[in-house]
């Protein structure tokens, strides 16, 4: 589907901008993207990201000009916390309810098996983690003193060290819950499964890992 706008500003009549509906993303109902295309658009030149003589280092004018993505890296990674919160308070309270069969009439909660109690208590001590690993990131990031390339380093470690585990973790949590961890209303196949939040967090300004990758070797060469 294609949307063609005939005004590309208060003053100026184009027959060049064209708008392309993106096809649906599983999850992402609220939010409709598209890509623009613009054909024989004459800019200002304050639409210019930067100066257009030839850089000495492009890539770190490169990084100063998005810097703003590091923002987005950190703030979006930032929900692994909350989510985490949520899916292991959920599976906790189910597994204190759900009751078995000991022996004679005796029953028990599911919560006395050690193999539902690791999940759970794996994703507390993790939520702890990462609220610590995100004060400290937010206390460098907001420090006008460190380098900018240290900061989008700090955003992109938090990033690595909260997605993956958090994934994992509501898939364990989910499983844990039995068919009541399929449900909507309790969350955490909603964050994990039909909302696919973190799998768009992970690759939202980029894929994590080869990100990761580029750290690594620019901590390696010393730049």
Request: hydrophobic share 45%; proline share 5%; with cysteine.
């Amino acid at each position: 589907m294609m949307f063609r706008h005939a005004r590309f500003n208060h003053s100026t009549h184009v027959d060049a901008l064209l708008a392309r509906l993106l096809p649906p993303r599983h999850g992402a109902a609220p939010v409709n993207h598209a890509m623009t295309h613009f054909n024989h658009v004459s800019l200002p030149f304050s639409a210019l990201l930067g100066h257009l003589d030839k850089s000495e280092t492009p890539h770190e004018e490169f990084l100063a000009s998005i810097w703003r993505v590091s923002v987005g890296t950190l703030s979006l990674s930032a929900c692994a916390i909350p989510s985490l919160q949520i899916a292991s308070h959920i599976t906790f309270k189910y597994s204190k309810r759900r009751m078995i069969g000991g022996s004679g009439e005796e029953t028990i909660p599911i919560l006395a098996f050690r193999t539902q109690q690791t999940p759970i208590f794996y994703a507390v001590a993790q939520v702890y983690v990462l609220q610590a690993l995100y004060k400290r990131t937010v206390e460098t990031f907001i420090d006008g003193r460190v380098d900018a390339r240290v900061r989008h380093a700090f955003a992109t470690i938090f990033k690595a060290a909260a997605m993956r585990p958090c994934q994992n973790l509501h898939m364990a949590l989910s499983e844990r819950c039995g068919a009541q961890g399929l449900f909507a209303y309790n969350q955490i196949v909603s964050q994990l499964v039909c909302a696919n939040h973190f799998g768009r967090c992970m690759i939202t300004h980029g894929p994590i890992w080869p990100h990761v990758e580029r750290l690594s070797w620019s901590c390696h060469r010393g730049g």
